[in-house]
């Protein structure tokens, strides 16, 4: 089983693999630096997992080399669950990513990180309404201090392809 | 079934509207102090201040270590000790590993085991882990981003933009890692030009820590000379090179506090990356050029090469050997060279000159690594090399007459 | 009441630190060594840096003082000691770290040596660096976030 890590350069993407893997690489917050891959192991629920830290990428239309690097990842791991990253105080510009990704066709779970810039900044977010709308599994992270972490962990199992026209309706309902 | 973008943009905007909530930032004085040192006329006094701490500790933190501990160690107990008790003196093998039996420095008696070791371990390691403790302390706690908004302006001018002081920051520590992370440059043309400018205009921590502790008199000129190199060539480069130079938006994030195991995790893992890379380049640096001497490569290639260095650069002949050396490691040639006797704008000119005339094996290597990606090995490397070669004989030449100008040379 | 003392404060400072950078730029360029009252040296090599450094510091001060916001009058004013602490930081860091190596065949300096490491005279910078870090946590206590009244309450 594996799982890909996306979201846009400086997320805090690598602090998120780090907990995740408990592995000992390095984590950056200037762009570029999770340029070349790199992959753990983890055991959600007696499963084994590998993780692989996708490099930061803005959308699925390839703009650079770390960006078409991201993309062929994307397309050789057809079976793979997807944690999308955001940054919780850029929601919407991080949604756009995560959207592209849904309609891939691949199971998501999102991270909103950076949850406590968020509530520093008094930006509310209504995650029931998110995740219903959505329909895929969201949680508030703090990767730098390791918050949310094991539940992100834990909704990986329960995350499930979305249905494009249904998720369409939902939206537009709102 | 897949969606236009404009039909996300507008499911996306549906839903932030119904789930987000902007509560509206409170200006508060870290949000002022955030911006305070992106505003040109606080934020370059601050760059200053930030850049003074940074040569400064370096300086300290250097000097701790290799003058009060290193220097010691290696010229009081393991030089007379390895001259007393290394057999065959006076063989090749003595000349290569210890160097000079009459030597009272490790600096002088060029041996790999003397000379060698003491540049790798008494010099160059208290250097790097002190930029690389500061570097990682610039990074994590969200500065680096701001300067680069700062210096945007001045980038544009060669073509590049405020993210490219990156690679150049990096290059200040080892050029490897510079030329690995101007990856991260849009175009092709930023690419190979910044690849270029960095392997050859900036000098790496370990040479500056050289130059430090050998010529601090002259370095704050040498290092001067290299920056406006490097702005000239970059701005005639950006000129002659075809090719695009697109500009990026990119966000700035908060200044956050550095989380002390991160900062330690980070740092462990540069220095042994790099300690495993420049012991063995240095040991062999000075084997090989021992080699080379004891078979007279060295003074024919001396002799070769005498007319053009004492009359078009104006330094003396003997400078070809650190010239060689300087191919596997810069700081090993600068070494090299404050042992040649020789008046102080000449060693200004030569210690330029080996900055500039070859990037070092490891930065050479990962040239034609990148070079594979950035328009084909073949194009890269010629490029580089036809640069370099005029860069060499310009701007080496231009300080000589500098020098004839002002009378000192 | 104490508005006006914390201003009054951060003026003072303010005009030190200009002189101070001042004096560093122009010894920088004549290359003289100054002693002031047998406990504060001017010397030392990147004097001209310590000196624009210094030398803005002191300007950000006292300029902060125009600015109509107290918010952005503490930022300013943190700024610049920030700038000050710098300089002033690492004198201490050097200080500190020259005392340690012995003399001779000694590897420690014995205690005697070290004690005397730090017997003076100071560069300038070290008697600024308290001075300006007093200076903002009596700013952050006393100064109101918005207009005059004095409140202890940070945030929510």
Not at chain 1, 95 to 104: C, H, R
Not at chain 2, 108 to 137: N, R
């Amino acid at each position: 089983m594996k799982i890909l890590l996306m979201g846009h350069p400086n997320v805090g993407k690598s602090a998120v693999f780090n907990r995740l893997t408990g592995a000992n690489i390095t984590e950056s917050n200037y762009p570029g630096t999770t340029v070349d891959y790199t992959v753990g192991y983890t055991i959600i629920g007696g499963q084994e997992y590998e993780i692989i830290d996708v490099p930061g990428t803005f959308s699925t239309e390839p703009k650079d080399e770390a960006e078409q690097v991201a993309l062929d990842i994307l397309a050789d791991n057809e079976d793979a669950t997807v944690i999308s990253v955001l940054d919780a105080t850029k929601v919407e510009r991080g949604l756009y990513l995560s959207l592209e990704i849904i309609e891939e066709g691949f199971p998501v779970v999102i991270a909103l990180n950076m949850w406590d810039d968020a509530e520093k900044r008094n930006i509310h977010i209504d995650l029931e309404r998110l995740r219903k709308v959505l329909g895929v599994p969201v949680v508030p992270t703090v990767a730098i201090s390791g918050k949310g972490i094991s539940e992100l962990a834990g909704q990986v199992p329960r995350a499930e392809r979305v249905d494009l026209k249904e998720l369409k309706r939902r939206i537009e309902s709102l | 079934m897949k969606f236009t973008t404009e039909e996300r943009w507008k499911l996306i905007d549906r839903i932030a509207r119904e789930t987000i909530e902007y509560g509206g930032e409170e200006t508060t004085t870290k949000s002022i102090l955030a911006e305070l040192t992106v505003k040109p006329a606080t934020g370059i006094p601050f760059a200053v201040a930030i850049l003074y701490g940074f040569w400064s500790f370096f300086g300290s933190f250097a000097g701790f270590f290799t003058d009060g501990f290193f220097v010691r160690i290696f010229d009081e107990y393991w030089l007379p000790w390895l001259q007393g008790v290394f057999p065959y003196e006076g063989s090749w093998l003595y000349y290569i590993l210890v160097g000079d039996p009459e030597a009272t420095n490790s600096f002088e008696a060029f041996g790999m085991l003397t000379s060698g070791l003491f540049v790798a371990i008494g010099i160059v390691l208290p250097a790097i882990i002190a930029f690389y403790f500061i570097i990682t302390l610039l990074e994590d706690s969200g500065y680096m981003p701001r300067l680069a908004v700062l210096v945007d302006t001045f980038l544009h001018k060669i073509g590049l933009h405020g993210f490219a002081v990156v690679p150049m920051i990096l290059s200040l520590g080892c050029n490897v890692p510079g030329v690995e992370s101007t990856r991260t440059l849009e175009t092709k043309k930023q690419r190979f030009m910044m690849m270029i400018l960095l392997s050859i205009f900036i000098p790496c921590g370990a040479q500056i820590g050289v130059m430090l502790s050998l010529i601090p008199e002259y370095t704050g000129y040498i290092m001067l000379y290299l920056m406006v190199g490097f702005f000239v060539f970059g701005f005639i480069l950006n000129r002659v090179i075809p090719g695009k130079s697109p500009e990026i938006i990119t966000d700035v994030p908060p200044f956050r506090a550095p989380e002390p195991q991160n900062v330690q995790r980070k740092m462990m893992t540069k220095i042994k990356g790099f300690f495993a890379d420049a012991i063995p380049f240095v040991l062999l640096g000075v084997g090989l050029v021992n080699v080379l001497y004891l078979g007279g490569v060295i003074d024919w290639l001396s002799d070769l090469f005498a007319p053009v260095f004492t009359t078009w650069f104006g330094v003396p002949k003997e400078t070809v050997i650190p010239l060689i050396s300087g191919f596997l490691r810069k700081d090993l040639a600068v070494a090299q060279l404050s042992a040649i006797d020789m008046t102080g704008f000449q060693l200004i000119t030569s210690v330029v000159l080996i900055s500039i005339y070859f990037p070092c094996i490891a930065t050479f290597s990962m040239i034609v690594k990148e070079g594979r990606k950035s328009g084909g090995v073949l194009r890269v490397l010629g490029g580089s090399l036809l640069v370099l070669g005029v860069v060499v004989f310009l701007w080496g030449g231009l300080l000589h007459l500098l020098g004839m100008l002002l009378g000192v040379a | 009441m104490k508005d006006k003392l914390i201003r009054l404060a951060i003026f003072t400072l303010g005009l030190i630190v200009i002189s101070v950078g001042l004096m560093e730029l122009l010894l920088s360029l004549t290359g003289e060594t100054l002693v002031v009252g047998g406990v504060i040296v001017f010397s030392g090599s990147f004097m001209l840096w310590r000196g624009l450094v210094l030398g803005s510091a002191g300007v950000f001060m006292v300029f902060a003082l125009r600015i109509q916001n107290p918010v952005e009058v503490k930022a300013q004013v943190l700024l610049a000691s920030i700038m000050i602490s710098i300089v002033g930081g690492m004198e201490v860091l050097d200080l500190i770290l020259s005392s340690i190596p012995g003399e001779g065949s000694r590897w420690i300096s014995t205690a005697g040596e070290f004690v005397g490491a730090y017997g003076g005279p100071y560069q300038p910078a070290v008697f600024l660096l308290p001075l300006s870090l007093i200076l903002v946590v009596a700013m952050n206590r006393n100064m109101a976030d918005h207009g005059g009244e004095t409140s202890h309450e940070q945030g929510r």
